[in-house]
């Protein structure tokens, strides 16, 4: 399995920004993502980016507020978020892969972190 440490959420108001870091390590992987779960709601799917220059793809909902990135130097991906609003309030995961590209149900990733929770106040 692939390691996965999440840092960066917190609790911001709306319009704010945060950036969330996810660390990885362990055995090779091709695709890291981002899910999030809000209270008493399924997992949903929010960014996926191809490691080393794979190319990002986001969820069809996608706005273009989030931004998924990779610093593959430092084996981190990150999730920039800007004018987060309340119904943005989840836990946000990051979920790792080997196999194709486009991947976007949570049943298609073999290792998760722990999660870190985002919080929007009105």
């Known amino acids: 399995q692939v390691q996965l440490v999440e840092s960066g959420g917190g609790l911001v108001q709306a319009g704010g920004s945060l950036r969330l870091s996810c660390a990885a390590s362990g055995r090779t992987f091709s695709i890291l993502g981002w899910f999030r779960q809000a209270p008493g709601k399924e997992r949903e799917f929010v960014a996926g980016i191809g490691w080393s220059g794979g190319g990002a793809y986001y969820a069809d909902s996608w706005t273009g507020r989030f931004t998924i990135s990779e610093d593959a130097a430092k084996n981190t991906v990150y999730l920039e978020m800007n004018n987060l609003k309340p119904e943005d309030t989840a836990v946000y995961y990051c979920?790792?892969?080997?196999?194709?590209?486009?991947?976007?149900?949570?049943?298609?990733?073999?290792?998760w972190g722990q999660g870190t929770q985002v919080t929007v106040s009105s």
């Open positions: 979920a790792a892969r080997a196999g194709y590209w486009g991947a976007t149900e949570a049943r298609e990733f073999d290792s």
